[in-house]
T-cell receptor, first 114, second 112 residues
């Protein structure tokens, strides 16, 4: 079974530029998550999708971050414009559904904003 | 608001020791608790998933326990090896919101 795929693996941009990350969840997984992990901290949930609907985006900085899940499968996370404090690893995860299901994570995208 | 705490933040031990990593959470209304491993520069690998109705789960040298009423979980690693060196994260799936909330992790180093 293929895992959660993310691209790119690494990205370096200047502040005020825009960037986009892509995630392809495990086939058949209805729930998709985007997390931000700052160095030395645990992952923080940014947004959670159930199929192509948003379940929770309460911690997504909506003035600069946006996310969408096309046709309930792939998802993109965009930052525009980027700030220095956005430097982090962005992790995508998926699970078959809500509640008692196991979450599986991709390798993450390491973003450095200079 | 659910808060997840992991103690200790870092641990360095000689090879062969048995270890206990601790995870505590403030709201016992959870669906499950999951332990992950994270190697430097990598994503998260799921180690064990304990449902709220279960007391423990075992996989190889790993054993995780859950005491939901007291808001605690432990990850026991038997006969530690240098290859176990990584950051270990616990996460709870909230019962009310279905969010997966992470602790800050325990950074483990096992030296030969």
């Amino acid at each position: 079974e293929a895992g959660v795929a993310q691209s790119p693996r690494y990205k370096i941009i200047e502040k005020r530029q825009s960037v986009a990350f892509w995630c392809n969840p495990i086939s058949g997984h209805a729930t998709l998550y985007w997390y931000q992990q700052i160095l030395g901290q645990g992952p923080k949930l940014l947004i959670q999708f159930q199929n192509n609907g948003v379940v929770d985006d309460s911690q997504l900085p909506k003035d600069r971050f946006s996310a969408e899940r096309l046709k309930g499968v792939d998802s993109t996370l965009k930052i525009q414009p980027a700030k220095l404090e956005d430097s982090a690893v962005y992790l995508c995860a998926s699970s078959t559904g809500p509640m008692n299901t196991e979450a599986f994570f991709g390798q993450g995208t390491r973003l450095t904003v200079v | 608001k659910q808060e997840v705490t992991q103690i200790p933040a870092a641990l360095s031990v000689p090879e062969g020791e048995n270890l206990v990593l601790n995870c505590s959470f403030t709201d016992s209304a959870i669906y499950n608790l999951q332990w992950f491993r994270q190697d430097p520069g990598k994503g998260l690998t799921s180690l064990l998933l304990i449902q709220s109705s279960q007391r423990e789960q075992t996989s190889g040298r790993l054993n995780a326990s859950l005491d939901k009423s007291s808001g605690r979980s432990t990850l026991y690693i038997a006969a530690s090896q240098p290859g176990d060196s990584a950051t270990y994260l616990c996460a709870v799936r909230e019962g009310n919101t279905d969010k997966l909330i992470f602790g800050t992790g325990t950074r483990l180093q096992v030296f030969p």
